[in-house]
Nanobody
Framework: QVQLVESGGGLVQAGGSLRLSCAAS????????MGWYRQAPGKERELVAT???????NYGDSVKGRFTISRDNAKNMVWLQMNNLEREDTAVYYC?????????WGKGTLVTVSS
């Protein structure tokens, strides 16, 4: 069974940086896409960034230019480098894996950006 485990969340000051990691296990193919989503209190889950199996990236408008998603297929890992963090970035961040038409989710890691 596919399992995703996030790490790296925590408390950071506005303007600071943080890197989130996601380790995937139970993968039977490299032909999967991955991404990061986030959900702030009282809001819907939103797309942060995605990366295809070939390395093509896409970012939500609110994080474009500040966040960078990357992956290592050999290690089955994906990272989210977050720079110049803002108070509005505070949310639970979820790792996502898409294989064919099936989506898998991690349990999330909390990022809190202080003012």
């Amino acid at each position: 069974q596919v399992q995703l485990v996030e790490s790296g969340g925590g408390l950071v000051q506005a303007g600071g940086s943080l890197r989130l990691s996601c380790a995937a296990s139970g993968i039977i193919s490299n032909m999967y896409h991955m991404g990061w989503y986030r959900q702030a209190p009282g809001k819907e889950r939103e797309l942060v960034a995605t990366i295809t199996s070939g390395g093509t990236t896409n970012y939500g408008d609110s994080v474009k230019g500040r966040f960078t998603i990357s992956r290592d297929n050999a290690k089955n890992m994906v990272w989210l480098q977050m720079n110049n963090l803002e108070r509005e970035d505070t949310a639970v961040y979820y790792c996502n894996l898409l294989f064919i038409t099936t989506m898998y989710w991690g349990k999330g890691t909390l990022v809190t950006v202080s003012s």
